[in-house]
């Protein structure tokens, strides 16, 4: 709740595969013990462009993508994309370089809040 920053009125996309544990806390538990919506993407691959679109498209509020999503997104420069309704950036897993948290902030205007876990500290 505090580090996704949820409430009831947010939606969170969590562009995690359901493979991974993080699909689990991050699109499952966190949200709806927040009572959160969840929002849900079929995207067989990922590719930069349709994560901007999808986040300028649809009422998504919170957005937690891996580090290596975030690279790629800074690299692809989203800045030409407006976010209306993002308002927290959430990732974790390996370390984020630090370009890339000011890219983000420069293209978007958003912080990106890291965190660290692994799936045998949850």
């Known amino acids: 709740r505090y580090w996704m920053n949820l409430t009831p009125s947010d939606i969170m996309w969590n562009t995690s595969d359901t493979g991974w544990v993080k699909a689990a806390w991050s699109s499952v538990f966190a949200p709806w013990i927040c009572g959160s919506c969840v929002f849900v993407h079929n995207m067989p691959q ?40 993002l308002k927290h950036c959430v990732t974790g897993g390996e370390a984020l370089n630090p370009e890339v948290f000011v890219k983000w902030k420069t293209q978007t205007g958003l912080d990106i809040h890291e965190g660290y876990g692994q799936t045998e500290t949850v």
């Open 46 to 85: 990922f590719k930069p462009e349709v994560i901007a679109e999808t986040l300028s498209r649809y009422p998504i509020t919170t957005f937690c993508t891996a580090p290596t999503a975030f690279r790629m997104l800074v690299q692809r420069d989203v800045s030409s994309y407006k976010f209306p309704s």
